[in-house]
Structures are given as structure tokens and as C-alpha cells.
């Protein structure tokens, strides 16, 4: 059973303070001065805080969802852009088109692609389009485009769009 968070944190605090005054009384009582007893009990206590924070860090999912949509086409341009920065930090010395690119973009491009696959009646999450998306769109594009973890560069989202865009009805009927 999981305790509401709010009664968690409570409890730990609590907890926190009573292990503090537990070890001052501890080392007053092994021959400590009060003032020295004290000072390791309340450093005992803010030890056992930041353990419990940390602790809890791992139980409070963070929620990656996108930010809400706004309109316009500079909001739209905004959103892209930071939607390609760097997925990693310290990644500087590694030239821009080989870095890896933030999941958002990489879930904007998926998104792209499924609606302009959509317009020519294929899915690209379904195993029985797949051999159609890969003759039209070419067999490395559509592993970008599926593949779950995979380190999406921005050089492979330019070679994605270059491929997407260039989709023409007359030309893939003539394939």
C-alpha cells in the first residue's frame, strides 16, 4: 500500500527528527557535551532528510509530456527548435549533425511521418505496411522512424524529412 506523499514526507521528517534526538541523547549519555551531543543529533537528522529525499526521488515519476500546443507559426518554430537541441549534455565537441537529437523531436518526426504515410492509407506502426513504407521511403528511414531506442541524430532527422517530403503520389504509383 502506498502512503499519500504528503504523509510520507510527514513521516520522514518526523522520523528524521526523532533519529536526530535519539543519537544526541545517545552521545550525551557516552560522554559527549551537550553542545557537541546536539550538533552531530542535528547532523544525523539532515542526513536522514536528504537520504529520505533521495530515496523518494526514484517513487515520483516525472511526466515527459509535451508542452500544450499554441498556435501560430513562430510558436511552431520555437517548438521545433527546441525539440532538436541535444538530448546529452556535454556534447559540445561533437559537431551538431552528429548529436543526438531530444525524444520530443524524435516523437514530432514520428508523428510527421505517420500522418503524411497516413495520406497514402499506410500505418507505420503496423508489420504489414512495413515492406510498402520501406520501398517508399527506403529501408534505414523507416528504422528511424520504428525503432524504439534508437540515438536519432540530426542529420538522420534531415535525411527523414528529405525522404517524407519528397513522397509523390504519381511517382510511387510508377514504382
Known sequence: MRQHPVRR????IIGSAVLGGVTATVLWLVG???PFAAAFGVVAAALSVAWSGLADADAQPISRADPPARHGK??????VSWS?????VGVG????RLRPVHEAGVRRLRRFAARRLGTYGLDLGSPGDRSQVERMLGAEVTAVLTAPNYDVT???VN????ALE???PERIARR
Open 32 to 34: 559527549l557535551s551537550v
Open 9 to 12: 514526507r510527514v513521516m520522514s
Open 74 to 79: 513562430r510558436s511552431d518554430i520555437v517548438q
Open 84 to 88: 532538436l537541441r541535444p538530448l546529452r
Open 166 to 168: 519528397a513522397l509523390d
Open 93 to 96: 565537441r561533437i559537431p551538431p
Open 159 to 162: 535525411t527523414c524529412l528529405d
Open 154 to 156: 540530426l542529420a538522420m
